[in-house]
Every structure is written in C-alpha cells, then in structure tokens.
C-alpha cells in the first residue's frame, strides 16, 4: 500500500498511514523510525503530524484489517505513545477506499473491533464493539461507579470508564464551570487542573507516571436532551471530541451511579441514543445495550457515530524507508 496523510472530520490534526509490515514491530526500533518520518515531513513542509495509523491486512477469520494507533507527543518529535487507540485515525486510515462493504478492523492497541460503514454521499460510520456482549459494570476498572481524585486543590469525584480508551470523567460544575459556555470557553487554567486531576486518576489505576491515559474529560449537563462535553488530546483541549471519547462517554452514561449517566438523566438523555455538544457541532451517538432476565444492568453491544467525512491531504507520499527484515 502507498503512504498517505489524511485527516478525518473533527479530528486534531492529521494522521499519516502507513503500511505495518515496512516498519519494525519492537517499540525501540519503531520509535527511531517513525521519529525519522515525522522529521522528514516537517523538512518537506508537511507540518507537524502527531498521528500515524499503522495497518495491514488481518490474518484473523472475520476482520479486514489490523490496526495499531501511534501518537506522537508535541515535546520531541522522538517521541511516541503507543498504548492508545484513535477514532479519528482509524477513519483516515479506513474510510478513504471506495469500498461499500462495512470494513472489520482489529484494534491492537486496546483489543475492540470497530467497523467502519460508508455510506453513498461519501459520510462515514464508525461503530465500536467490545467483541462479545460485556455487562456494563466491566467497563469500570475499579468496580466502582465513582472514584476520590485527590489533588493539591483537594477531593473530587470522578469516573474511570474503560472502552475504546480509559477515560476519567469529572462534573463541569465541580471545576465551577456551569453551563456549556463556561465549559467551552475554559482555558489553560482549567487545562492545568485536568492535567493533575488525570495524575490522580493514573495513581488510582496504576499507571505509569507521565503517560497520556486515562484520557480526561469534562460533561456537563446541556440543553434538554443533550450533554455538553470537552475533552483533552495531544497537546491541549481536544478542537471537537475525540471519537473514542463519545463511545466511551455514551456507553458510561448506560452505568447507572457514574457522572454521566448522572448528568444524562438530569438533561433527560435516551437510553438509546445520546446528544453531545462539543466545542465544534453536536454529535448524535447511537448505543446499543441488552436486557438479560435476572440481570440487574445491561449488556453492551455497539455504539455508533455517523456523519464523519475524511479528505486526503497528500497521497502517494514517498517516505525514506530503510529496508526491514520482518522475520
């Protein structure tokens, strides 16, 4: 496959794709090349590119594609995280084919399958599945609905959700930010407070210090029916809402006790569908949820978030490979 840089709609930045079985898999070695890519797109006045899709053909039965997300971090172009995974890329890397049979992608990097669906005036599907049906409560990684996030301004409640990515989500209010306004218009105050409320909510998880996840995100209860939401990428608040994020954000407002599924039954969200207004639209996601007799919550199945366009920036892009042996 040719190299390309695409970028899909409400995305960061873009994102370069790139064909896995060029690139050495041993994360040392990665790091190097993909560091020497990222400097020689910004010698040949590509910009800066934070985002690489790395895919091909899956081996496994039942997928299309095998995908690994890598982010590239602002502070050094050596730089790489490797344990997140991406909607916006995934689309780029997906969704630029002519194809109209839903694509299978195997997602390395956090183990869920998405599918991506194209529709004929060219918008783009992505559903997120978590393979088998999984009970709800699974997706809290302490078991519990809500967790004490302990920082130098003091205690404050938060949500550790795990799907597609491990998000904590907090209460616009509890950061004295009231209405969507507010929330929209925070600056680097408030950006500062996430960035150590995350470091708490990576102590409560076990993570290693300094890394990206749990991602962060702020919701607040919107107009009727809605949630307002804001979230934060690689290097600052996110200019939309990460794909990744919606499914992780929809899927906790099905989690009865957490902050959004608080927040969703004060706005009088559905049940089967949620409405999000973010800093660049609003977003409808679809959630599918099973109701097995004697159980006391839900089953996760699907959620879907349509409407997404991508365009190809530069395709055919010749990069200076050096030769890999992969065996």
Request: glycine share 12%; charged share 20%.
């Amino acid at each position: 496959m040719t190299s390309y840089i695409a970028m899909a709609e409400g995305a960061p930045g873009p994102t370069l794709v790139l064909d896995a079985g060029r690139l050495p898999e041993d994360r040392d070695r990665l790091s190097a090349a993909l560091g020497r890519i990222r400097l020689f797109l910004e010698d040949a006045g590509h910009g800066p590119v934070l985002k690489f899709a790395l895919v091909r053909p899956s081996p496994l039965p039942g997928y299309d594609l095998d995908y690994r997300f890598v982010q590239g971090l602002a502070r050094d172009p050596r730089e790489f995280a490797f344990d997140s995974g991406c909607g916006h890329s995934l689309l780029a890397a997906a969704a630029t084919g002519t194809a109209r049979e839903p694509l299978r992608v195997r997602v390395l990097n956090t183990g869920e399958e998405m599918v991506c669906e194209r529709a004929r005036d060219g918008t783009h599907t992505l559903h997120l599945l978590p393979g088998a049906e999984l009970p709800l409560p699974r997706l809290l990684p302490t078991g519990r609905a809500t967790d004490a996030l302990i920082t130098g301004e003091g205690v404050l409640l938060g949500s550790l959700v795990r799907f597609g990515n491990p998000y904590v989500f907090v209460d616009a209010a509890d950061l004295g930010l009231h209405g969507p306004r507010a929330l929209f218009e925070a600056g680097s105050a408030a950006l500062a407070r996430l960035e150590r409320l995350r470091a708490a909510a990576r102590a409560v998880l076990g993570l290693p210090a300094g890394g990206l996840l749990p991602k962060v995100a702020v919701v607040s209860a919107g107009r009727p029916g809605r949630l307002a939401a804001r979230s934060l990428t690689e290097p600052g608040w996110h200019p939309a809402f990460a794909l990744t994020g919606l499914a992780c954000l929809a899927a906790a407002s099905a989690i009865a006790g957490t902050v959004p599924h608080r927040l969703a039954r004060a706005a009088g969200c559905g049940t089967d569908s949620v409405l999000v207004d973010t800093p660049s639209g609003t977003v409808p996601v679809e959630l599918e949820t099973a109701v097995t007799a004697g159980e006391h919550s839900g089953r996760l199945r699907r959620v879907g978030i349509g409407g997404r366009r991508v365009r190809v920036l530069r395709a055919d892009l010749r990069l200076p490979w050096r030769v890999h042996a992969t065996a």
